[in-house]
């Protein structure tokens, strides 16, 4: 019989006969007595050097045999408690080897069944003769049930197969399996125990049907979009009975957990709607300062306001400017639209107010990105010495700062108006209030032309109301919201409390560090510019000449022209090099070349594109919707016939000579020369006021209501001046003129 190989503190734990009971005194007399010794196998197997028994003298090799064997008879005893070379598994996942991944429960809950497995299968081998006799005892004892039920259930958990219906209730575990985990457990301790991960069934583990649906539903097109439609289509197309589509449906949405969900992810989605969905990187904002960054943008406010021009409704654009580090909202402007007026504007109002930033941050819109701003001579930011970054298009997200705070302050502004409009609304409530202001416009189309007056829907307030509530509700956001992004107060009376963007621009503000404009440097600075070329005395700038005598000294020369957006009656020149040259006024004003004519500011030539844009998408509608009123020409006789001939009587050549002389065709007309078939109630009027003898009873009856009708009344002017006007008395003439 072979005998174990103990630890110091093993063999004092046994409380043999003649031997020591300390940890300290048995591996002394153990070196006294020169016992062969050998460093303990297996990285979590106890660890020290451990002793072979058989070197211990006869009466201590005796007892511990009759304590083995004790042991072994004793029913109930957990196999993990016997001291004989006892494994164990990781006191904590904090023991993880560097190549190794945490397991999960199940997995760990495993490998612990197989050591209590292992640990058993030691215990025997003391008393079988050796690990092969201890084994197929194992192996037998557990086909027969015949060991304690906590090391059966210990069984049941580490072989990892289901119980069946009517199976005896011991385990069948072979000896190869058992022999496995030992070997495995000496190499690498209780890791090697694990069970292998499952292997992740792709897609091409799945049934040819299915893999048509799931490779199809694995697009951004529009056809993949539902799994019903596409389960449907792949249906048709193998040619089964469309009774079997919901069969292949529930096949596919039960493999569909199969699919890497990142890559179906980045096949169903493109764009933004894409990065919302995949991970994401934290920008993180504990080192900035106030001013660093300023992140700029505009927003469609989610409301209509009375256009400050002709009062109808609109959607005006505002655009903010908020600082980083403190998520104050520094400066803001309103517009028409998106523009880079509006960014100016909004540019001009934070540096005015909070000085000039290190960097702003926006997106790639129209009008954050034109060359006022970007252009490396004239351009507004580089004037200021501002580094200027741009967002990725199409991904709103690396800005999502400002993006998150629309909704605290300008969607809780515009839902205080009753044209709210944002994706939240009451469908039904919309829907009446758009109504309401589409009758409000139909009856100031009619007051034109009736002079009656039209009462205004109370609903849309106007711009000055609109600017007002915009100023109240960054005033309220800045004083009175608590950013979750900003630290918390240490002490007072809002003590646990996040700070407000206020607070935090006032705690973190350095005014040495701040750089302020005073008023002739903002008045100079944020007039824009463009390079234009000098010539005879004039520069040009939409499409208007300003002219001074001394432009002379920069003649053919390039130079820079600053304009006001809101006056073009003048313009001041620089050169590139920053030196002035002089202020040239409008050709048509006083001190100008040219003949007198109205000159054209900065913003009445951005509105004038904005309408001439509206107008052309328009017109292109009206276009699209009167080709539905056009005739659809009859297809073509299947063969030409020429009346008097027959084709086959004549050459060709002759043919054709005797076609080209056929006359057009004239428009049809009635006895008397009158048309069968007038293009308009106007065309009729016209040739019946200048064809009187014509006049039946039933066109007198139809010029009498034509003359009292709206469209005689919008065209009176007209046939006045043409004579045809129809007079006061009708019995002034008869019917037949």
Known sequence: ???????????????????????????????????????????????????????????????????????????????????????????????????????????????????????????????????????????????EAAVPEPLLEQARIAHQRPRQAGAPEGVPISERTLFRWVGDHRKAGWWALLPAPAPKRGLGAVADDVALVL?????????????????????????????????????????????????????????????AKLPFKRRMTDGLAPNDVWVIDGHTFKAKVRHPDHGQPFAPEVTLAIDVATRKVVGWSVSLSESTIAVGDCIRFSVATHGVPGIVYS????????????????????????????????????????????????????????????GDVDDR????????????????????????????????????????????????????HRHRGLPKHAEGAAAGRHLTPDEAWAAMLVPELQVMLDAGALRTMFRPSVLRVAQRGEVRWLNQHYYSPDLMQVDGEQVRVDYDIHDGSRVWVWTPGGEFVCEA????????????????????????????????????????????LQAVLPAPAAEFQIPGFQANDLPAVEIAERVERIEPSTPATLAGGRPSVFDSAADRYEWLMQHRAAWSPEDAAWLAAYAASADYDGLRSYYASRGLAWPDDPAAFNAAG
């Open 585 to 628: 006024v409008h050709s048509a004003a006083a001190g100008g070349n040219a003949i007198p004519y109205f000159p054209v500011s900065a913003v009445q030539a951005a509105r004038e594109r904005r309408v001439q844009g509206i107008v052309k998408r328009r017109q292109a509608q009206i276009d699209t919707a009167e080709r539905e």
């Open 429 to 480: 409530t919309l829907r009446n209030v758009t109504l309401e202001l589409e009758r409000e416009q139909r009856a100031l189309k009619r007051a034109e032309s009736g002079g009656e007056v039209v009462r205004l829907s109370g609903k849309v307030p106007s711009w000055q109301q609109f600017i007002g509530d915009v100023a109240q509700a960054v005033h309220t956001y800045n004083a009175e």
């Open 1 to 143: 019989m072979s005998t174990p190989w103990l630890t110091a503190a093993e063999l004092a734990a046994l409380g043999l006969p003649d031997w020591p009971g300390s940890e300290f005194r048995s591996r002394a007399k153990l070196v006294a007595l020169q016992v062969p010794s050998r460093v303990r196998e297996g990285r979590f197997g106890g660890g020290g050097r451990e002793y072979d028994t058989a070197a211990l003298p006869v009466g201590v090799r005796r007892a511990l045999l009759a304590h083995q064997v004790q042991r072994a008879a004793t029913p109930g005893q957990a196999p993990e408690q016997v001291p004989t070379a006892v494994a164990t598994r990781p006191a904590s996942l904090a023991e993880v080897p560097a190549d190794k991944r945490p397991p999960s429960k199940a997995e760990a809950a495993c490998a612990d069944a197989r050591l209590a497995l292992v640990n058993h299968a030691k215990t025997l081998a003391t008393v079988e003769g050796g690990m092969t006799h201890a084994i197929k005892r194992l192996v037998r004892d557990l086909a």
């Open 215 to 275: 490779r199809r539903y694995s697009s951004a097109t529009g056809a993949a979009r539902n799994l019903t439609d596409v389960a449907r289509a792949i249906t048709a197309e193998l040619g089964r009975p469309f009774d079997e589509a919901p069969v292949l449906y529930e096949r596919a949405r039960r493999a569909l957990p199969k699919l890497d969900k990142t890559a179906l992810i980045k096949a169903r989605h493109t764009g933004a709607e894409r990065a």
């Open 363 to 422: 997106d790639n819109g129209s009008g954050e990105r034109a060359k006022v701003f970007d252009c490396p001579v004239v351009g507004l930011f580089a004037r200021l010495g501002v580094e200027h970054r741009l967002g990725i298009p199409g991904h709103p997200q690396g800005h999502g700062l400002i993006e998150r705070s629309w909704q605290t302050h300008m969607l809780r502004a515009a839902r205080r108006y009753a044209t709210y409009q944002g």
